[in-house]
């Protein structure tokens, strides 16, 4: 019995690890063999303008996520991005580091992949958990907004340029995501439901959606010899896979909030690499490309094939 219940496991973290990890990887040997730009380019305007914010509207009202739960998972996202920001900075400060190794440290500690690759692991690991992906979504979108706020704020100043508060408060604004995501809290706060037939649609659309998510993350991801980067990539990796993991365990436990679809929900996300966008930023912003790809591709390895499936196997996920 006991050898059963193993192989289940076994290959419940097979499937999970396969679910994200070969579109992951085909998006990334794609770039790496000069794949059309194109084709990529425009996978990732569909999924930012119309896939996302329809998954977001979708597993949250369509399939009427708990407000209770969605409320204490944005809870948990801001204490670890609290956390994250201050162990950052004080990091940063007390190593006296140049402004733009400062800057990438706090982004990349700061800033998970919530919604390219932490949906799709959330999907694959919580398979059967209801709400999941909603809990997941609400945590991403709460993420996103703080992002676009600090983030597009911190790399036009390390970058030497100004961005007006309106632009910042317009790029919040027009984030598809978190539009959607606050549609679907009015549907949920008035109650309107949906049939059976809409919820399979969602169900249906899912896996296509998360599919292309982790192809364009792929090709974003570009390779550099991180030698020169090791530092920050040391001290990023401890706070983004170790501190953040360990400090939204407490504050789940805190919460009373232990064993339930919100805890495993965040200890995934928690634990999720820095995300794409912060290299997004640094392109936009004349900032190091090779110092935030190499943290970003060479963490995104050591999450997925060693934070991960310890925490999966410690916390009993599947």
Not at 57 to 82: E, P, Q, R, S
Not at 113 to 129: D, E, S
Not at 211 to 236: E, N, S, T, W
Request: aromatic content about 12%.
């Amino acid at each position: 019995m006991l050898d059963c219940e193993k192989m289940v496991e076994y290959v419940s973290l097979v499937r999970a690890a396969l679910i994200v990890l070969v579109p992951l990887t085909i998006g990334i040997l794609a770039r790496y063999l000069k794949f059309p730009k194109i084709v990529f380019k425009s996978m990732y305007l569909l999924v930012l303008w119309v896939a996302m914010p329809a998954l977001v509207f979708g597993v949250i009202a369509v399939k009427h996520a708990n407000v209770f739960d969605l409320g204490a998972t944005a809870v948990l996202a801001l204490i670890g991005l609290g956390v994250t920001a201050v162990l950052s900075s004080f990091i940063a400060s007390d190593y006296k580091m140049n402004k733009e190794r400062s800057t990438a440290i706090f982004l990349n500690s700061c800033f998970m992949n919530y919604t390219f690759v932490g949906l799709a692991v959330v999907y694959a690991v919580l398979p059967g958990v209801r709400d999941a992906l909603g809990i997941a979504s609400m945590y991403a979108v709460a993420m996103g907004i703080a992002h676009l706020t600090v983030g597009v704020a911190l790399a036009a100043s390390s970058g030497r340029k100004e961005v007006s508060p309106r632009e910042v408060a317009l790029s919040i604004l027009t984030f598809p995501a978190a539009f959607a995501m606050i549609v679907a809290l009015i549907f949920v706060a008035f109650n309107v439901g949906f049939s059976v037939q809409h919820q399979n649609m969602v169900d249906m659309f899912t896996l296509p959606v998360l599919v292309l998510m982790l192809l364009a993350a792929g090709y974003q991801m570009p390779m550099f010899d991180p030698r020169k980067y090791i530092d920050v990539i040391a001290i990023v990796g401890a706070i983004r896979l170790v501190i953040c993991p360990v400090f939204t365990f407490f504050a789940i436990l805190l919460l009373g909030y232990t064993a339930t679809p919100v805890a495993n929900t965040s200890m995934i996300l928690a634990i999720m690499p820095p995300g794409i966008f912060n290299l997004i930023l640094a392109q936009k912003f004349g900032l190091d490309l090779k110092m935030y790809g190499a943290i970003i591709f060479y963490l995104t390895i050591a999450s997925l094939f060693i934070a991960l499936p310890w925490m999966v196997i410690l916390l009993n996920l599947v």
